[in-house]
Nanobody, 117 residues
Framework: VQLQASGGGLVQAGGSLRLACAAS????????MAWFRQAPGKERERVAT????????YYADSVKGRFTISRDSDNKTLYLQMHSLEPEDTAVYYC???????????WGQGTLVTVSS
């Protein structure tokens, strides 16, 4: 399985971005995908998770109401729609895939999101 993340960039505070993560290879039909982020000098943080088959989602408190995780099953693509971005959202964002939310075996290469104040 390979994951290719894209969509990062520079945006002003209050702006929006949409990240995408394209999965290829044998993903199976029952798995979980997630977005993580890591800011300079900070630990990696789970941002959002989605169960691919049911669509049920989890969000970190820091992004609830601002970010939306979604998936396109036909194209095996995961999205993260981000609104009302804040400078604190600046980080490298990674997508991940695995059989459960705690077992994420495959990781994308990361895409940088920079939010200017």
């Amino acid at each position: 399985v390979q994951l290719q993340a894209s969509g990062g960039g520079l945006v002003q505070a209050g702006g929006s971005l949409r990240l995408a993560c394209a999965a290829s290879g044998r993903t199976g039909t029952s798995y979980v995908m997630a977005w993580f982020r890591q800011a300079p000098g900070k630990e990696r943080e789970r941002v959002a998770t989605v169960n691919w088959s049911s669509g049920s989602a989890y969000y970190a408190d820091s992004v609830k109401g601002r970010f939306t995780i979604s998936r396109d099953s036909d194209n095996k693509t995961l999205y993260l729609q981000m609104h009302s971005l804040e400078p604190e959202d600046t980080a490298v964002y990674y997508c991940a895939l695995g059989p459960t939310g705690r077992v994420l075996r495959y990781w994308g290469q990361g895409t940088l999101v920079t939010v200017s104040s």
